[in-house]
T-cell receptor
């Protein structure tokens, strides 16, 4: 159980393109999902907390207009990288845990990640 | 804000040797979690510790949570090549989001 699906797994596109990444909890509902960015051989950097039915909470230094998050249902959150540039190239990964627990006290289930390459 | 520090950053061992990674928090934690990320993969949850002084074992892996709930360790006995990957600790202080350590990359040579 507790499977998180992330799509697409890899995107290569031109500078200026907007890219949408989907994160789905397949066998549980998730009021909250998390979006991370990971650079090669580095740790997970939390970008934002996605909240179902309300605005996402962004970490300091993350541009909310650049990284649009929508959490329209209890099983789907999307991250859109708008007008992507080469510096946005990275590994983006989402996570979620079943609704009902205390935030931060529940194990996170990660998607497979999306490797974004902007040319 | 909350900081979680993890050492070492990298360790290379021979198969059969032991391995330990350490995690320290700047604040008291309500729980600490450990994850493993294989090369090219995503983090996979290993275990959660919530009690002061707690010790849990998973086969060759031993996890400890400090008495003050500010530090933790993961020890692997007799490493195998399948243990290769990056091990992350992640902690939370009650209702805050999880803060991940920078991870320890383990390389095991046969």
């Amino acid at each position: 159980g507790a499977v998180v699906s992330q799509h697409p797994s890899r995107v290569i596109c031109k500078s200026g393109t907007s890219v949408k990444i989907e994160c789905r909890s397949l066998d549980f509902q998730a009021t909250t999902m998390f979006w991370y960015r990971q650079f090669p051989k580095q740790s997970l950097m939390l970008m934002a907390t996605s909240n179902e039915g309300s605005k996402a909470t962004y970490e300091q230094g993350v541009e909310k207009d650049k990284f649009l998050i929508n959490h329209a249902s209890l099983t789907l959150s999307t991250l859109t990288v708008t007008s992507a540039h080469p510096e946005d190239s990275s590994f983006y990964i989402c996570s979620a845990s079943p609704t009902g627990g205390v935030l931060g006290n529940q194990p996170q289930h990660f998607g497979d990640g999306t490797r974004l390459s902007i040319l | 804000g909350q900081q979680v520090m993890q050492i070492p950053q990298y360790q290379h061992v021979q198969e059969g040797e032991d391995f330990t990674t350490y995690c320290n928090s700047s604040t008291t934690l309500s729980n600490i979690q450990w994850y493993k990320q294989r090369p090219g993969g995503h983090p996979v949850f290993l275990i959660q510790l919530v009690k002061s002084g707690e010790v849990k074992k998973q086969k060759r892996l031993t996890f400890q949570f400090g008495e003050a709930k500010k530090n933790s360790s993961l020890h692997i006995t007799a490493t195998q090549t399948t243990d290769v990957g990056t091990y992350f600790c992640a902690g939370s202080s009650g209702y805050s989001t999880l803060t991940f350590g920078k991870g320890t990359m383990l390389l095991v040579s046969p």
